[in-house]
């Protein structure tokens, strides 16, 4: 390796040794095509005729009331496949194309990687395998649909509790076993060195684009940038280009389901601690042997008891900062949000608005908030309306 | 290191013994605390009566990502009986009471950084652990856990596989003690009909970069591949699924596990023992 992918005290590639030779190939691929400017012109392309970038910068007329100050959502559920992960799916496929892999895997959860995937694989003419908890499988039917019908092998995994900790697993149980034709297409900017690198750069164009946007329109950069975070890719891609900028917050917000006390939640970065899992080092949690929690959230997406290792630097650095939303905060602002301005936003997204209008009081007239909206809600609706259906049952 | 020194570590010891006689060395692979403590030790014990020159033994992990279907499921049958770190050294002291097999484990990183890095070397030596092997821990990230491993003489093992390109071998070899891992496939755990045909000249590669032992492990599913593993040049043969899937098969039945777990052991040694 020519890093060794390390984030403060996270970061790093522990992983067994046939990964080791991949994982090499990997970064020498990905540090070679980094320089080449027909390798960053044809992602370009792509995301622009594509996948329809730049996508919107929206004030929120709503949100900016509510919350007492100019509020941006980056729109990021109108990009092609509904989500973020397209701009990473677009630049790992072109990625395995130069790297003459003829067959691409992922690990999902909400199914909006799986998703990204599939399409990638189909517009590459590559073989698509998608790894799936046999749960998230159930619970997010339409995804699966989309995945089978852009040619994508849909298989559930029944290991562990099915879910996305366990789809991982499996897809790098697949990955050593078919090491030579295969490439994996990491969907959040957790994993192993480089893929933690890999992610963020891919997804760094969301941020670019919130300061082009907001320069234009505003003359200056935002106060804070909010974004959810599961594993943390959105986030990633929102923050990296304000990392050095001091006079932008970034604040992470995270799955807390039926609340910290509870024990079921995903609050990684504020309820776990440093450990070892999917090859790399990063807030995790686990119980005190360190064997591995599962994760609770309403939102498959962020149902992961992993956080990506920059993640955890920004935070031990104070660079950013991590707050939670529980099940119930997500699904109000989901239901709030489309009744206010009629935008669906994926129960992932949910979070971060959430998240932002509790922190409403920390920002006066003159600041400008950015929300990442990552993903739009149409994926969600069976689940989010039977959840509602619940509640206003109770 | 020569051949003819006398090796410190008591695998290195056992193997060369077997090599010495013309024989390859047959360690068996269980996870402990499947499917439970008591049972576990009972097995643990009749491998080391029928035919074990060492033994391999796996701490269950939640996430054992290097490991097929037959091992995690004995993970989480260990996990559900309460199996943990602490127990699993209290199992190892419980047996060498009765039997003093050598004794090598096979653990994932994160069970080893929270226990403590060098609490858990300290207490892996104090129960008479002669190896270690950390599934998910490359050579570029192992600095603490060898001087760990070192400063308690336990002996740190690494993985080596086909795929691992010489200069690679070669900084294993620098950091490994006690015996080469070497992968008999690209791939994880689990039982193959095939001994990878690339075996030998991958073997022939690790023997230029190191004097230790080559055990062979991963895929190795009957006596038919312990010997091709052997014929390739492995100087004994890891096995576990193979193992394993015998204490699957009768976890209703102690005794019948008993036997069927001692069976395939005599086998297999039998296999691993032929002299070439």
């Known amino acids: ?394 | 290191m020569s051949r003819a020194t006398p090796a410190k570590n008591r695998i290195t010891a056992a193997v060369r013994a077997r090599n010495a006689a013309g024989q390859g060395a047959f360690v068996p692979f269980l996870v402990l605390g499947d499917p439970d403590f008591e049972t576990s030790l009972m097995l643990a014990q009749t491998l080391a009566d029928n035919g074990a020159d060492a033994l391999e033994l796996g701490f269950a992990f939640s996430d054992p990502p290097a490991d097929g279907p037959v091992i995690q499921r004995a993970d989480e049958r260990a996990l559900a009986a309460g199996m943990t770190p602490a127990k699993a050294f209290d199992l190892i002291e419980a047996l060498h009471r009765t039997h003093a097999i050598p004794v090598s484990l096979l653990v994932y990183y994160n069970l080893v950084l929270q226990f403590g890095v060098d609490a858990f070397y300290r207490r892996a030596a104090a129960v008479g652990v002669d190896a270690v092997l950390v599934a998910d821990l490359p050579p570029e990230h192992a600095k603490d856990a060898v001087e760990a491993a070192r400063s308690h003489g336990v002996a740190p093992v690494f993985l080596a596989s086909e795929l691992s390109p010489p200069e690679r071998l070669e900084r294993i070899a620098a950091l490994a003690e006690g015996y080469i891992y070497a992968l008999a496939r690209v791939g994880v755990t689990g039982e193959q009909t095939d001994v990878d045909p690339n075996l030998s000249a991958a073997l022939d590669r690790m023997r230029a970069a190191t004097d230790l032992p080559l055990l062979a492990g991963f895929g190795i599913g009957g006596p038919e591949q312990a010997l091709a593993a052997r014929r390739a040049g492995a100087d004994g043969v890891i096995v576990g699924s193979a193992i394993v899937r015998r204490v699957a098969a009768h976890l209703d039945d102690r005794d019948a596990m008993r036997d069927a777990v001692a069976e395939i052991a005599s086998t297999l040694a039998a296999a691993a023992h032929t002299t070439l």
């Open chain 1, 1 to 394: 390796m020519k890093h060794t992918g390390s984030y403060g005290r996270f970061g790093g590639f522990y992983v067994a040794e046939p990964l080791i030779p991949a994982l090499e190939e990997l970064e020498a691929a990905w540090l070679d095509a980094r320089e080449d400017p027909g390798f960053r012109a044809g992602l370009d392309r792509l995301l622009r005729h594509y996948a329809g970038r730049p996508t919107p910068l929206y004030r929120s007329p709503t949100l900016s009331e509510d919350m007492g100050c100019h509020v941006y959502l980056k729109r990021e559920d109108l990009l092609h496949g509904g989500a973020h992960k397209t701009n990473n799916t677009l630049g790992q496929g072109l990625l395995a194309a130069r790297m003459g892999k003829t067959r691409i895997i992922a690990e999902t959860g909400a199914g909006q990687h799986g998703v990204a995937t599939a399409m990638i694989g189909a517009l590459l003419g590559l073989e698509v395998k998608i790894f799936m908890g046999s749960l998230d499988v159930e619970r997010q039917a339409p995804n699966v649909q989309r995945m089978r019908l852009f040619g994508a092998e849909v298989v559930p995994v029944d290991n562990g509790g099915g879910s996305l900790k366990d789809a991982i697993n499996e897809a790098m149980r697949y990955w050593t076993e078919h090491i030579r034709d295969t490439f994996y297409v990491f969907g959040t900017a957790a994993g192993p060195h480089p893929y933690p690198s890999i992610v963020r750069d891919f997804q760094r164009i969301i941020g670019e684009e919130i300061a082009a946007q907001l320069l234009e329109e505003q003359g200056r950069l935002p106060s804070a940038v909010i974004a959810c975070v599961g594993g943390g890719s959105n986030a990633i891609g929102a923050f990296a280009r304000f990392v050095e900028e001091d006079g932008v917050q970034l604040i992470g917000v995270e799955p807390g389901g039926h609340g910290v006390a509870s024990g079921k939640h995903g609050v990684t970065l504020g309820a776990g601690r440093p450990g070892c899992l999917h090859g790399s080092i990063s807030y995790v949690l686990q119980d005190a042997c360190g064997q591995i929690h599962e994760a609770h959230s309403i939102s498959a997406g962020l149902d992961y008891p992993g956080v990506g290792p920059e993640h955890a630097h920004l935070m031990e650095s104070k660079r950013a900062e991590y707050v939670s939303a529980t099940d119930d905060e997500a699904l109000d602002a989901f239901a709030w949000l489309s009744r206010s301005e009629g935008i669906l936003p994926a129960l992932e997204s949910s979070h971060a608005i959430a998240g932002a209008r509790r922190l409403a009081d920390r920002f006066g007239p003159d600041d400008v908030v950015v929300i990442n909206l990552s993903g739009r809600g149409d994926k969600d609706l069976a689940h989010a309306m039977a959840a509602l259906e619940r509640r206003a049952g109770e």
